[in-house]
Each structure stands twice: as C-alpha cells, then as structure tokens.
C-alpha cells in the first residue's frame, strides 16, 4: 500500500480492501459482501463508514445492491472507451480527435489547432550535432537500462534550473520520466484511488481530461481567470466536492495564456492547506516567459506541490524526457510506482536533453524563440480581429492564443468545415469540462503563417452566419 494510503480516510481503506479482495478474485463476480454490521466488525470501524464506502462502490459500478438481500460483486466493467466517456461531442472535434487529426494527417494539411511549434522553429542542427557527439561518446548509455530515478547530470542541471524559480529541488528530489503526460499518469496512480475528485482549470488542456477519465476519477472544473482560478469559485469547489487533487499550469496555462499572480498563488495555497488538497503544477511552457511567474512549488517548498516539466515543446516531441519534483518521502513510492508501469524511462533521450541543454545554444534558441513569438502575436491578433475573432486575454507570452468566435459562432461547426479544407482547428469545448467554450477556440500563431488558414476561418464563419440567418 502506498504512502498515501496509508493516512488515508477509513472510507476509502474500507474500499481499498473490498477492491483488493476482488482483484484476488477473494470476492467473485456475484458474491454477497458482508452485511453492514459484520463488515463495521471486521473493520473495527462504525457502521456509517462501511454505509458510505458501499454507497462509493455502489456508485462507482464496483457493486450492486439488491433490496433486502444486500450487496453483491458487480459484473466485470467493459473495456475502457475514452471518447465514450468524455463529453457529449460530435467525434469529430473531441479532445482524442484533435490529436489524433494533429498527428497523422497528412504533411498538407494545415494545424492551427495543435499544441506545439513547427519543425522549423526547433534546433534540428543541434539536436542531430549533438547525437553525433553521443555516438562517438564511448560512456553514453546504448543498451543498458536507466537507472531508477535517471541520468544524474541532468537531474542536477534541472535542479539547478528550477532553482531559478526559487523551488528548493535537490537531484534526490527529482525522478526523471517519459514525458511530462507520464508524469501525471505517476502521480495519479500513486495518489489516487477510482471515485476520488480532483480539480481541474476550465477551460484546461484537453489531455488532461482524457487522462483522469482513465483513471475512473471524478472531475470537476474551475472557471478560469487571467490571473489564475476563480478563487471564490475554488472555495466553493473545495468545500462541495472535498478534492484530493489539483491540476494546472502556473505559467502560460494552456489553452488561455493565463498568467498566475502572486495574490492568487498564495490564496490558493492557503485553501490547499486548509482542505488538505494536493497540487500537480505542470511546468512545461517556463521557458515561453518572457518574464517569469511565480510558481506555486517555490511558495509551498514541495510539501503539497509536485512540481513537472518536459523539454518536448522547446526542444523535440521525439525526445521523450520529462521530469517530477517532488518531497522526498514521495519519491521512493514514484519509483516503485514507475518500475511497476513502465520499469524504466529512456536512457538515451535523457543524456541528449542533458547535452543539448548543459550548452549555450538552448538559451540561445529560446530567446530567439521568445523574439518571433513576440513579433508574430500583434500580427495575428490583427488578423483574427478583422475576422471578428478577439482574444480572451492577451498572453505575455507562448504560442497559444484563447480567442471567442463572432456572434456565439459554433467553434465546433467551423472546425468540422475547415477539416474538409485540410485545416485542423481546436474548438473550445474540447478543452472545457462544463461545455461553456462552445464559441472559443484555441489558435497556435506559429501554425498560422499560410494565408488558407484564414481563407478557411473568413469561409466557415460567412457559412456559419448564412446558416443562423436562415
């Protein structure tokens, strides 16, 4: 049993050992648990504890009740189908979709809707200088596995580097991963159990919610504001559905470029720590800031704060490397839990991150980066405005733009037209767990160069309007 149960509620270990004796098949499908009084005896707790934990499996399909005769195993649940059980949406604009149209269509197609840079704005010269110098380098790791928490120079340069944002995160703190969606998938497993809450920012990105609904929890959204969450609504939320967990990005959040104050950052922590919440700050776009926001993990000094971040959007997708920051009596539980589901990360990747980002050159690219972001935003903000497109907030920086769609225009709509014109777009309620973005749509600038893209914007939109007239 994990750390975290360990301090668990007596609710959630009274389900963990109903769970645990039906996965040793101790409890078969069909089998009567016992009765609420003989189980509060078995587990030396009251008879409401054992009340609430069947009404928690009840719910979750885990078992059925019968009137009069008690509670019994349920049938084995059918195979997981995330596109069943996300938001009601038409195929063809759900989050899995979007991704899915952003990676295999075709090298023509156009994909404003995607979530990271073209090739061309990525070090592909030094990346592949730098595979070179590994080849040649008779230490470098070609067959061996990684060792459990990873290359050792990277995790000092990344504590280094984190300390830069005043997170205290020495290299036993930190466990290399995959990718920063292995890092959640981690910590998720380690931390929750199926039925928990967790919270998430709405709108948020959209994997996210692909990814909890994996894990059979409970998610409910935040509304979200240029400086942050909602923060009364996050009162509100901690106190109605008691959430063992809180997803977001402090820097650049995706998809609206919101920007974490410090008012908001220290009201938030102060709710976590009164309602005993956890938080996941998801790092991955530091290096878009032109200036840098505070980060909830320096405030909290990890002690509810895990801390993550990946180099695939600054560096490579193909470079699978991402990173926890976490307390120290954490860490031990994530490798177990790592060993458990992927036994190692990749060894390779991790000496090529630590070579490309040890030298001059990444500082180099970012800043050039920073630069043609910072050109190209005014630009396309001009466009859209023309189209009568205007953006939510307007980001200090990154490659994203959250804009609301002229006169309640279906964002859902245009992105099924502009698909038949080889443009992938990303309409709002993808990203929005209350379906309350139905007119937004999230914009990459730097996939929005090609003057088709708004040919095909200006097009769906005059179709759209033609259509709401008649």
């Known amino acids: 049993m994990n750390s975290a149960l360990l301090t668990a509620p007596l609710t959630t270990r009274v389900m963990d050992q109903i769970r645990d004796r039906i996965s040793r098949q101790q409890l078969p499908q069909g089998a009567r648990l016992p009765s609420i009084r003989a189980m509060a005896d078995m587990q030396k707790v009251s008879k409401s ?17 019968r009137r009069g005769s008690g509670y019994f195993v349920a049938a084995p649940h059918a195979p997981l189908a995330l596109a069943d059980i996300s938001p009601v949406l038409d195929r063809q604009v759900d989050p899995l979709w979007i991704s899915r149209q952003s990676l295999e269509t075709e090298a023509d197609y156009l994909k404003p809707g995607c979530g990271w840079l073209p090739s061309a704005w990525l070090p592909e010269d030094d990346i592949r200088r730098a595979l070179r110098t590994l080849a040649r380098a008779g230490a470098t790791n070609l067959t061996e596995y990684a060792t459990p928490l990873g290359y050792a120079p990277l ?6 580097r984190l300390s830069d944002h005043g997170i205290d995160a020495p290299p036993t703190q930190i466990m290399l991963t995959g990718s920063g969606t292995q890092s ?16 998430v920012d709405d709108p948020c990105y959209f994997n996210f919610l692909a990814l909890l609904r994996a894990h059979r929890v409970t998610v409910v959204g935040v509304p979200m504001t240029p400086t942050g969450p909602d923060i009364n609504a996050f009162a509100d ?38 309602h005993d919440l956890l938080i996941v700050e998801d790092d991955i776009y530091a290096d878009f800031e032109p200036v840098a926001a505070p980060r909830l993990a320096a405030f909290d000094g990890l002690e509810r704060v895990i801390h993550i971040g990946s180099f695939s959007k600054t560096l490579s997708a193909a470079v699978r490397c991402g990173f926890i920051a976490a307390r120290s009596d954490w860490i031990t539980p994530l490798i177990d839990m790592k060993i458990a589901t992927s036994f190692t990360h990749d060894p390779l990747s991790a000496e090529l991150l630590y070579h490309l980002l040890s030298g001059g050159h990444y500082r180099k690219h970012m800043a050039d980066v920073r630069e043609k972001l910072a050109s190209l935003r005014p630009k396309v903000l001009n466009r859209l405005s023309d189209l009568g497109i205007l953006p939510w907030h307007v980001p200090q920086g990154g490659m994203t733009l959250w804009c609301e769609l002229p006169d309640g225009t279906d964002a859902s709509e ?16 993808a990203f929005s767990l209350s379906q309350g973005a139905r007119s937004f749509m999230r914009f990459n600038i730097t996939h929005m160069q090609d003057e088709r893209v708004f040919d095909v914007l200006k097009h769906s939109l005059l179709t759209q309007a033609q259509h709401l007239r008649i």
């Open 49 to 65: 504890t054992v009340v609430e934990a069947y009404d928690r499996l009840h719910a979750e399909g885990i078992i059925s009740a």
């Open 155 to 160: 995790r000092q340069l990344l504590s280094r």
């Open 184 to 199: 959640i998938d981690l910590i998720c497993r380690f931390l929750l159990n199926p039925g928990d809450t967790v919270l």
């Open 237 to 274: 939320v901690l106190i109605a559905h008691k959430p063992r967990l809180y997803i977001t990005n402090s820097a650049l959040q995706n998809p609206t470029g919101a920007t974490l104050s410090p008012v908001t950052a220290h009201r938030l922590l102060r709710l976590a720590q009164a």
């Open 414 to 429: 245009v992105a099924r037209q502009a698909l038949a014109e080889r443009v992938v777009l990303a309409p709002g309620n």
